[in-house]
Every structure is written in C-alpha cells, then in structure tokens.
C-alpha cells in the first residue's frame, strides 16, 4: 500500500476589490459614516439601514476595501498636495496687502470659510423634508407654513 503525501495548501491570492467596494471606499470621505457610505453605494433604502451598518462592517474588514482605502489617503497625502495647515499659512500670506495681491479679501473670506466663521455653530439645522407631504398643499398654505417657520426663528440665529 502506497502512502501518499498530502497535498500542500496554496495561499489564497487576495481577491481585487469590486466595482461596488471601490466606489464605497470613495464615498467615505464625503459621508458621516460608513454606513451612509453603503447605503449610497449599495442604493439601501434608509428602512435598511442595519443592513447597510452590516454591509459596511463587512467591507471595512476586507484586504482589499482595506488597500483602496489605503491608496486613496495615500494620494491625499501626497507630497504634492497642501496640507490644511500650508493652505491656510498660504492664504494668510495672500491675505496681507501687497503689490502682487492687492485685494486680500478673498483670501481672508476663505480662510473665514475654512475656520466656519460664517457657520452658528449652536444652531442645528439637521432637517429633512418629504417633498410627497407638501404635495397636497396650496402654494397660499405653503407660503403660510414658510412664514411661520421663518417666523419660528429667534432674530439671534436668522442668518446674515
């Protein structure tokens, strides 16, 4: 009787990512979460959304989500790109009055955009709105609800 040897296990070559796992790593740095990056990228609906919580977990953990991820932080960090910080060193040189630049307000309103000057950050406007509700409304009852809402609005929060 003839023994044979076992055959050796070859490693599993890592599997590329899919199209939709690409485009879920590249959704990440535009959303709040992994989650919502799933839910964009999979089109669940928001009733799904422990599915889509699941789905981005699972995505996360895999090599090949991971190296997209990975390669993508890569390029923003690349040498040849700014940093926050030589961004704003830059715009407050250009903000300083000389001949080559002689309007510095643009510059300043930039760097005020980039710090959220313009923002309340106190004041939460995390609405949402179902446009299919106002649906059934009169363009008088929809004035009138807008009148009451901007009404609703201390005068200290109403924008500039």
């Given at each position: 009787?003839?023994?044979?040897?076992?055959?050796p296990k070859l490693p599993r070559q890592p599997r590329?990512?899919?199209?939709?796992?690409?485009?879920?790593?590249?959704?990440?740095?535009?959303?709040?979460?992994?989650?919502?990056?799933?839910?964009?990228?999979?089109?669940?609906?928001?009733?799904?959304?422990?599915?889509?919580?699941?789905?981005?977990?699972?995505?996360?953990?895999?090599?090949?989500?991971?190296?997209?991820?990975?390669?993508?932080?890569?390029?923003?960090?690349?040498?040849?790109?700014?940093?926050?910080?030589?961004?704003?060193?830059?715009?407050?040189?250009?903000?300083?009055?000389?001949?080559?630049?002689?309007?510095?307000?643009?510059?300043?309103?930039?760097?005020?955009?980039?710090?959220?000057?313009?923002?309340?950050?106190?004041?939460?406007?995390?609405?949402t709105l179902d446009l299919t509700e106002l649906a059934?409304?009169?363009?008088?009852?929809?004035?009138?609800?807008?009148?009451?809402?901007?009404?609703?609005?201390?005068?200290?929060?109403?924008?500039?």
């Open positions: 009787m003839a023994i044979s040897k076992p055959i590329p990512p899919t199209l939709k796992q690409t485009r879920f790593a590249q959704r990440l740095p535009f959303v709040p979460s992994a989650t919502d990056a799933a839910m964009e990228t999979y089109d669940i609906p928001p009733a799904n959304r422990n599915m889509a919580g699941v789905i981005a977990s699972q995505n996360l953990r895999k090599p090949a989500v991971q190296a997209v991820i990975a390669e993508l932080q890569e390029k923003t960090t690349s040498a040849k790109v700014m940093s926050l910080l030589q961004r704003k060193e830059r715009l407050s040189r250009l903000a300083l009055p000389d001949p080559e630049h002689p309007d510095p307000i643009r510059a300043i309103d930039t760097l005020n955009r980039m710090e959220s000057v313009y923002v309340d950050k106190s004041l939460n406007l995390n609405a059934g409304f009169s363009l008088d009852e929809l004035k009138a609800l807008l009148g009451a809402t901007t009404q609703a609005v201390p005068p200290s929060r109403k924008g500039p």
